[in-house]
């Protein structure tokens, strides 16, 4: 999955009123399947009710080659758009039925590479828990318990000391890995529970490969091993901050030592 970005163009700020839910910004490359044929796009923001998607004018069939006013902007909607039309997700394989809402097609102005035709699409069916899973961009992981809600109760009072970075190795125990499936930070703790930061994971590939658990964690800080202890998966949630990654919330079962709480300090 590619990282979140800023938008700013004139582009977004067209399609951006008017939104029954908040959209999230992320690059998704998709294939959109039209009345009379099927374009590569991206799309630039989603929410569980629709998305903005971008495909560039020289893959439509019939686009004017010169500037596209609002009568060719028509045609191309009344060919290729008129009804519905699939908006297949790559590589997820995520389908969903849309229809636009609104259209633009950029200019020179608009700081893009080549002319886009852009859909504020709306669609027909939201998303379901199972699609925004698959997704993996939407911050509480379908299935799982919601963030706030898993922090609150298992009281994640500490949170990790710049100075005193502690690393988190998870393994399933699988016998044909060698090493651990994931390796992170440790970003909280509470009394019987931790958050660990995976860099580059997806909360989709945290939940397929770590499952409900028990699975192994080792806490280190440098080559020292801090502890050793079973652990289950809570929940999950997709960050960009610092670098797009995985955060997942894991119970222990029994209180971590005084050696690891005082690692961390209170907040």
Same mark, same amino acid.
């Given at each position: 999955?590619?990282?979140?970005?800023?938008?700013?163009?004139?582009?977004?700020?067209?399609?951006?009123?008017?939104?029954?839910?908040?959209?999230?910004?992320?690059?998704?490359p998709?294939?959109?399947?039209?009345?009379?044929?099927?374009?590569?796009?991206?799309?630039?923001?989603?929410?569980?009710?629709?998305?903005?998607?971008?495909?560039?004018?020289?893959?439509?069939?019939?686009?004017?080659?010169g500037?596209?006013?609002?009568?060719?902007?028509?045609?191309?909607?009344?060919?290729?758009?008129?009804?519905?039309?699939d908006?297949?997700?790559?590589?997820?394989?995520?389908?969903?039925?849309?229809?636009?809402?609104? *259209?633009?097609?950029?200019?020179?102005?608009?700081?893009?590479?080549?002319?886009?035709?852009?859909?504020?699409?709306?669609?027909?069916?939201?998303?379901?828990?199972?699609?925004?899973?698959?997704?993996?961009?939407?911050?509480?992981?379908?299935?799982?318990?919601?963030?706030?809600?898993?922090?609150?109760?298992?009281?994640?009072?500490?949170?990790?000391?710049?100075?005193?970075?502690?690393?988190?190795?998870?393994?399933?125990?699988?016998e044909?890995?060698?090493?651990?499936?994931?390796?992170?930070?440790?970003?909280?703790?509470?009394?019987?529970?931790?958050?660990?930061r995976?860099?580059?994971a997806?909360?989709?590939?945290?939940?397929?490969?770590?499952?409900?658990?028990?699975?192994?964690?080792?806490?280190?800080?440098g080559?020292?091993?801090? *502890?050793?202890?079973?652990?289950?998966?809570?929940?999950?949630?997709?960050?960009?901050?610092?670098?797009?990654?995985?955060?997942?919330?894991?119970?222990?079962?029994?209180?971590?030592?005084?050696?690891?709480?005082?690692?961390?300090?209170?907040?």
């Amino acid at each position: 999955m590619t990282g979140h970005t800023d938008t700013s163009t004139a582009l977004d700020a067209l399609v951006s009123g008017k939104r029954r839910v908040p959209r999230i910004v992320s690059r998704l490359p998709v294939r959109v399947k039209g009345v009379h044929g099927e374009f590569e796009g991206m799309v630039h923001d989603i929410s569980v009710d629709g998305a903005l998607v971008r495909i560039p004018v020289a893959e439509i069939d019939g686009a004017p080659s010169g500037p596209i006013g609002p009568a060719a902007q028509f045609e191309l909607l009344e060919r290729h758009f008129r009804d519905s039309f699939d908006l297949c997700f790559i590589p997820s394989d995520v389908i969903v039925e849309a229809q636009v809402v609104r *259209l633009l097609v950029s200019s020179d102005e608009d700081e893009v590479s080549a002319p886009e035709l852009a859909l504020g699409c709306r669609f027909v069916s939201p998303l379901t828990p199972r699609q925004q899973s698959q997704l993996d961009v939407f911050g509480d992981c379908p299935g799982l318990e919601p963030w706030g809600q898993a922090a609150t109760r298992h009281d994640l009072c500490r949170a990790a000391n710049p100075s005193k970075p502690v690393t988190a190795f998870l393994q399933d125990g699988a016998e044909d890995l060698a090493g651990p499936r994931f390796v992170g930070r440790v970003r909280a703790i509470g009394r019987a529970a931790l958050t660990v930061r995976l860099p580059g994971a997806t909360r989709s590939r945290a939940r397929t490969q770590l499952g409900d658990g028990p699975f192994s964690v080792r806490i280190m800080r440098g080559s020292r091993e801090l *502890l050793a202890v079973d652990a289950q998966l809570v929940t999950a949630r997709y960050s960009d901050q610092p670098t797009p990654g995985c955060e997942v919330l894991l119970a222990t079962g029994k209180p971590l030592p005084r050696a690891v709480r005082r690692l961390f300090r209170a907040v």
